[in-house]
């Protein structure tokens, strides 16, 4: 059992663990980079909802709120070039990457939520309503 507790990343080409634990850390691997660290706080009148984007655009995120559900979703393009004083080509390289949310958070007033991003957080404030509304609601970030 405390052989199984030890950090194993950086055992991965162990000649007798290799095969177990190639799939585990290619996949972890995968979703570590591709994800949003996100963080929700409820009280008596909102949701906060603080994500982090670094590096995105805010015209490259989109908010929406439907079915009581949140999507946060971003896009990523980076596309760089270095030549050398000649003007030829000496490395170039390219990033994409899209991620996307979604957050069950019930019984929202559609028409205050409110969101700003500064400095790769996005910060979104969803207050409470009574009521249950049914309508999709596109969130502007400011």
Request: aromatic fraction near 10%; hydrophobic fraction near 25%; glycine fraction near 4%.
């Amino acid at each position: 059992m405390a052989n199984e507790l030890r950090n194993r990343d950086f055992d991965d080409f162990e000649p007798f663990d290799f095969f177990d634990n190639f799939g585990k850390n290619f996949f972890k691997s995968m979703t570590q980079s591709s994800s949003m660290k996100t963080d929700i706080r409820e009280n008596d009148k909102n949701y906060e909802v603080s994500a982090e984007l670094p590096g995105f655009k805010k015209e490259n995120i989109r908010l929406n709120y439907d079915n009581d559900t949140l999507t946060v979703e971003g896009k990523h393009n980076v596309d760089r070039a270095q030549k050398d004083e000649k003007g030829n080509l000496i490395r170039q390289e390219r990033s994409y990457s899209n991620v996307s949310r979604q957050f069950y958070l019930p019984n929202v007033d559609r028409d205050k939520i409110s969101a700003s991003y500064d400095g790769g957080v996005l910060k979104i404030t969803l207050p409470k309503s009574e009521e249950k509304l049914e309508n999709n609601t596109q969130i502007p970030i400011n």
